[in-house]
């Protein structure tokens, strides 16, 4: 298993003089970082910028520097180097991409014109729209925490589903239940060391997954979320219950507003970004769970 990367993440100076500051370099850390936890190989793209213009390259707009037929005769040939490369290897997980870039934009691009900054891939990623392309930060979001109510059997096997569907799909989840957090006969002692290190990782985590299940949320959960809203951490909240608490809500409106809301398990890995989600192979069954327990 492998991925296509833009060679600045794996070493910046690929990157125009001056660009790169230090949120940047976080990023390139957490895909690597994602890379290595997961065992998924990273080869990197060849950087059309650096052959073309070198190393210490001022940064620069595509019409600005890079519009030229020359440049084009380029990509198209470092296209079929990667084309052979895909026809060796089998195809990528995906490419990971980073946003901006003149060439190796995902979804924003530095382009040109009024405004310089457009909508779209940038001019190399664009040639390979049969493959699933990923930003740094979409891809780099990888540390799950997963806030649920853990206080009965049936709550804490249905929490084993939904982190084990999100651990097929290349997340690597924290379940509060599996570090003690399961049970009525703690002191205090215990249970402050639960509530550090919860939140601890809480606090480290790159998304949030909450079950909002129930006639009213579970007041823990709900303290994860709008604790993680507040610090900018996205939130994806699980809602299979049909039951609402009005017209146009599905629960508190705090809590709505604050979370992209699914309703239904198989949803969830899509609403995270996932590049492994084609791979997580099939759902488990509760009739499998109950066996295993």
Same mark, same amino acid.
């Not at 190399?124 to 493959?131: G, N």
């Not at 109510?149 to 084990?164: A, I, K, Q, T």
């Not at 002692?189 to 990782?201: A, C, K, Q």
């Given at each position: 298993m492998y991925v296509l990367v833009c060679p600045c993440i794996l070493d910046p100076s690929f990157r125009a003089r001056g660009i790169t500051d230090e949120e940047d370099r976080l990023w390139f850390t957490k895909v690597r970082a994602r890379c290595e936890t997961l065992g998924i190989?990273?080869?990197p793209l060849p950087c059309p910028e650096t052959i073309h213009l070198g190393w210490d390259r001022k940064p620069g707009t595509f019409l600005e520097r890079l519009d030229?037929?020359? $440049?084009?005769?380029?990509?198209?040939?470092?296209?079929?180097?990667?084309?052979?490369?895909? *026809?060796?290897?089998?195809p990528p997980l995906c490419i990971?991409?980073?946003?901006?870039?003149?060439?190796?934009? =995902?979804?924003?691009?530095?382009?040109?014109? @009024?405004?310089?900054? *457009?909508?779209?891939?940038?001019?190399?990623?664009?040639? $390979?729209?049969?493959?699933p392309v990923y930003d740094v930060t979409s891809f780099g979001r990888y540390r799950v925490y997963l806030a649920a109510?853990?206080?009965?059997?049936?709550?804490?096997?249905?929490?084993?589903?939904?982190?084990?569907q999100l651990v097929r799909a290349g997340q690597q989840v924290h379940l509060p239940q599996e570090i003690?957090?399961?049970?009525?006969?703690? @002191?205090?002692?215990?249970?402050? =060391?639960?509530?550090?290190?919860?939140?601890?990782?809480?606090?480290?985590?790159?998304?949030?997954?909450?079950?909002? @299940?129930?006639?009213?949320? @579970?007041?823990?959960?709900a303290w994860e979320v709008g604790y993680a809203y507040a610090c900018g951490i996205p939130v994806v909240a699980l809602r299979t219950d049909f039951r609402s608490v009005g017209v146009d809500e599905r629960v508190n409106l705090m809590l709505e507003q604050s979370a992209v809301v699914v309703t239904d398990r198989k949803d969830l890995v899509s609403h995270l970004s996932s590049p492994l989600m084609l791979f997580s192979g099939p759902d488990e069954t509760a009739e499998t769970v109950r066996s295993t327990l």
């Open positions: 190989e990273m080869v030229t037929p020359a $440049f084009a005769a380029l990509l198209a040939r470092l296209e079929r180097k990667i084309r052979a490369l895909i *026809r060796v290897r089998g990971v991409g980073v946003n901006s870039s003149p060439t190796c934009g =995902v979804d924003r691009t530095y382009y040109g014109g @009024d405004p310089p900054k *457009r909508s779209g891939p940038g001019v190399w990623l664009a040639r $390979f729209p049969d493959i109510p853990l206080f009965s059997e049936g709550e804490r096997m249905y929490n084993r589903l939904v982190r084990d003690g957090d399961d049970f009525s006969s703690r @002191d205090l002692g215990i249970t402050r =060391v639960i509530f550090s290190e919860n939140l601890n990782v809480l606090r480290d985590s790159d998304l949030v997954v909450a079950v909002i @299940d129930g006639a009213d949320t @579970d007041s823990g959960t």
